[in-house]
């Protein structure tokens, strides 16, 4: 006779699966798109929320930090207002639906909200929203299973998009709340877009989104990721990308805010001579706890990847980052490098670092750092001698330390934006 273990289910876990056992049926989509959604939740019913057993989430457990989930949130007021920046066209996902798209439409740039295409039986579109890799997470499986509405990005082969779309992801209402969105972002051959993507919440709000992108031939995706002190209280954010020929994909993600954050990368270099970039800074105070995990796999030869985060942990708080990069046998003469640096301003802060490669070429140029330092106090030393108080010359090198990262961002108004962002978090620390 053999034994049959049963996993017990988290309260979580059993409200996340009585959501979709009541709520699928009400969901937007296709047979093709019903079809996906439910593979999706088998995955998520079988694996459970993500925890310390699982490599890739062991030092994030998310199964002992969601306690309880919050209702899902409803319906968005029609009077939402989209208050649109000086030439960015912002895109208003409240509460996980689409608004409105308000600022000029640029040439060769389609918007669409996700509801409708799930509607429309476009079978290679769904087969393309809900991709592989990445599939088996369950995160990304439970937004797939769930996820009603989000936005559609398609910018048409050639087009040169100067001006950046922002994908706002707000809240309309003061309740603690739950929600779930999905992005899919097409890039075509030799186009180019900057896209921003920022998280705020007026209460407590877990949240769970998903970017699906495409970059294709010579095309060019700059993707900036933001959350200040205003972010969701959980935020699971995470993006598939796959980058074709001669194509680039440069990421930057600041995070300032939010108690538990989950910033999650798997990306597919499936073009030769295809190049991705994925860099980012981290300022953590209290009891914050951020965590950046990626996996980059090279499958064809000539491809580039880079990685560079720099963490700046004060207090209680706690920056992960896990980084892997797979080289497969055909990827010959890849060229990666991943880094990442953590600067602890306290004693109390903890950082895990774990770069890892995977190599299984013969003709390749990779190679990973870590470190974990304080401040230097010989530095400290030269600037407060010429009569730079203590606090402001701790500011001046946490500064230099994080420029170095966002000074990658090639859009100078989003670059100045960052160390705008920036200044003020070490002002508040500073007060």
Same mark, same amino acid.
């Given at each position: ?116 295409? #799930? ?37 048409a ?19 603690a ?17 900057? #896209? ?27 993707h ?14 995470? #993006? ?14 600041l ?46 030869p ?25 080289v ?6 890849t ?39 304080? #401040? ?38 989003l670059r ?16």
């Amino acid at each position: 006779m053999t034994a049959r273990v049963a996993r017990i289910r988290t309260p979580a876990e059993t409200a996340l699966a009585e959501a979709y056992t009541q709520g699928h049926g009400a969901l937007p989509g296709s047979d093709s798109v019903r079809g996906h959604r439910a593979r999706a939740f088998d995955v998520f019913h079988e694996r459970g929320l993500p925890h310390r057993r699982i490599e890739a989430w062991h030092y994030t457990d998310l199964r002992g930090t969601l306690r309880e989930v919050y209702p899902r949130a409803g319906a968005t007021p029609s009077d939402f207002v989209n208050e649109a920046r000086d030439g960015v066209l912002r895109i208003l996902i409240a509460d996980g639906h689409f608004v409105s798209a308000s600022g000029v439409l640029p040439g060769g740039v389609t918007v669409t909200p996700l509801r409708d295409r #799930l509607a429309s039986g476009d079978t290679a579109f769904s087969d393309r929203l809900f991709p592989k890799a990445g599939g088996e997470d369950a995160v990304i499986a439970y937004n797939g299973a769930m996820a009603a509405d989000g936005v559609v990005i398609e910018v048409a082969a050639g087009a040169k998009v100067e001006q950046p779309v922002e994908i706002s992801f707000v809240t309309s209402t003061g309740a603690a709340r739950s929600d779930l969105a999905r992005v899919f972002v097409c890039v075509g051959a030799r186009a180019s877009l900057t #896209l921003v993507e920022s998280h705020q919440a007026s209460a407590p709000v877990q949240r769970n989104v998903v970017v699906v992108a495409e970059v294709g031939d010579s095309g060019r995706l700059d993707h900036i990721f933001e959350c200040d002190e205003k972010a969701p209280e959980l935020l699971l954010s995470s #993006l598939v990308i796959d980058v074709a020929r001669h194509g680039t994909y440069e990421g930057f993600g600041l995070i300032a805010g939010g108690d538990t954050i989950r910033r999650q990368v798997y990306a597919i270099v499936s073009g030769e001579e295809a190049k991705v970039a994925f860099r980012g800074v981290s300022l953590l105070t209290g009891k914050r706890h951020a965590d950046t995990t990626l996996i980059v796999e090279h499958h064809v030869p000539n491809g580039t990847s880079r990685e560079l985060f720099k963490h700046i942990l004060a207090d209680d708080s706690t920056g992960v980052f896990q980084g892997k990069v797979v080289v497969h046998p055909a990827a010959q003469k890849t060229d990666g490098g991943m880094k990442s640096h953590a600067l602890m301003l306290t004693d109390g802060p903890a950082m895990y670092n774990k770069p890892e490669l995977e190599i299984f070429a013969d003709d390749v140029v990779c190679g990973h750092g870590a470190t974990v330092g304080q #401040l230097d106090e010989n530095q400290l030393f030269y600037l407060m001698s010429r009569g730079i108080p203590r606090a402001e010359a701790e500011a001046l090198l946490i500064e230099a330390f994080a420029r170095e990262a966002i000074e990658f961002v090639v859009n100078e108004p989003l670059r100045e934006r960052l160390e705008n962002a920036l200044a003020a978090w070490l002002k508040r620390r500073t007060s």
